[in-house]
């Protein structure tokens, strides 16, 4: 069974610009979470999407936001990029987003921003 | 608040034993995870607990006191491939996942 995928591995983009990244969760998995990760916070949770709507929100501005599509695939975009947001960007997808689910990570799309 | 702690960075030997220490203050909580990460890749899954005492898996155990706020994840017949970050996590009653910063553990042959 094929894991996570996510799209771009690399990015570099500058102030002002916007982005977005793609996640492929595992085959049957409907529920896909968005983390940040960086050294000085590290992982820390965006969101959480289970059958194309939003569940669950963490402390990040308006500017992130999601998406959820019928395939389970997800998006997160990033708008009016500042340079803190340069950081690792972690999905994970689950069975059904439920504690005793296991959470299985893609590789993450390293963001920079100039 | 939500606070999940654990020590930075800790250093063992090959072959031998260590413990890391995971203390939580959270809203709630439905789980505890651990998980590995070494540098440049993704967590992986090491172990749940849901309920008080040791869990055993392998080389690996993992060990939950809820009345405590208090965690561990023991090592075993340390190998170099151990030497990564493990990451604690709580499942939190607003069924979201705090992760700490995390504890890099080196390993010296």
């Known amino acids: 069974k094929a894991g996570v995928t996510q799209t771009p591995r690399y990015l570099i983009k500058t102030r002002g610009q916007q982005v977005t990244l793609s996640c492929s969760p595992i085959?049957?998995?409907?529920?896909v979470s968005w983390y940040q990760q960086t050294p000085g916070q590290g992982l820390q949770f965006l969101f959480e999407?289970?059958?194309?709507?939003?569940?669950n929100k963490g402390n990040f501005p308006g500017r992130f936001s999601g998406r959820q599509f019928s395939n389970s695939r997800s998006e997160m975009n990033v708008s009016t990029l500042e340079l803190g947001d340069s950081a690792l960007y972690l999905c994970?997808?689950?069975?059904?987003?439920?504690?005793?689910?296991?959470?299985?990570f893609g590789p993450g799309t390293r963001l920079t921003v100039l | 608040g939500q606070n999940i702690d654990q020590p930075t960075e800790m250093t063992a030997t090959e072959g031998a034993i260590v413990q890391i220490n995971c203390t939580y203050q959270?809203?709630?909580?439905?789980?505890l995870f651990w998980y590995q990460q070494h540098a440049g890749e993704a967590p992986t899954f090491l172990s749940y607990?849901?309920?008080?005492g040791l869990e055993e898996k392998g080389r690996f155990s993992s060990f939950l006191s809820r009345s405590k706020g208090y965690s561990y994840l023991l090592l075993k017949e340390l190998q170099m491939k151990d030497s990564a970050s493990y990451l604690c996590?709580?499942?939190?009653?607003?069924?979201?996942?705090?992760f700490g910063k995390g504890t890099r553990l080196h390993i010296l042959p």
């Open positions: 994970a997808s689950s069975l059904y987003g439920e504690s005793a689910d296991t959470q299985y």
């Open positions: 085959s049957g998995h409907r529920s």
């Open positions: 999407y289970f059958s194309e709507t939003q569940r």
């Open positions: 959270t809203s709630g909580f439905n789980g």
């Open positions: 607990n849901v309920l008080d």
């Open positions: 996590a709580v499942w939190n009653r607003d069924d979201k996942i705090i």
